[in-house]
């Protein structure tokens, strides 16, 4: 049985950073992206940044060029430095792993971003 967990919940002030983990365990044959999701109350969940198994990257318009995401296949984990914060930038964070169309996803964390 796959888990993803997540770590890493904080309130930051804007133009803060906060760097969010995501463990993966159980059997998990590669290859697998992994990336990251927020979801508002009331909102769809929307990506933010996944990276595939071979290390290519998408984001969302929204985030290019303050968030980055790593990932390291060998422990299973994906990392997420989120830079410059915005108050905008407060949601649930998930993270998901995903294989052969099949979706595994984290319980989220909550990120807050206010003054």
């Known amino acids: 049985q796959v888990q993803v967990v997540e770590s890493g919940v904080g309130l930051v002030q804007p133009g803060g950073l906060l760097r969010l983990s995501c463990a993966a365990a159980?059997?998990?044959?590669?290859?697998?992206?992994m990336g990251w999701y927020r979801q508002a109350p009331g909102k769809q969940r929307e990506l933010v940044a996944t990276?595939?198994?071979?290390?290519?990257?998408n984001y969302a318009d929204s985030v290019k060029g303050r968030f980055t995401i790593s990932r390291d296949n060998a422990k299973k984990m994906v990392y997420l430095q989120m830079n410059i914060l915005k108050p905008e930038d407060t949601d649930v964070y998930y993270c998901n792993l995903r294989r052969l169309g099949i979706d595994y996803w984290g319980q989220g964390t909550q990120v807050t971003v206010s003054s």
């Open positions: 990276m595939t198994h071979g290390g290519t990257t």
């Open positions: 159980g059997v998990i044959f590669s290859p697998f992206t």
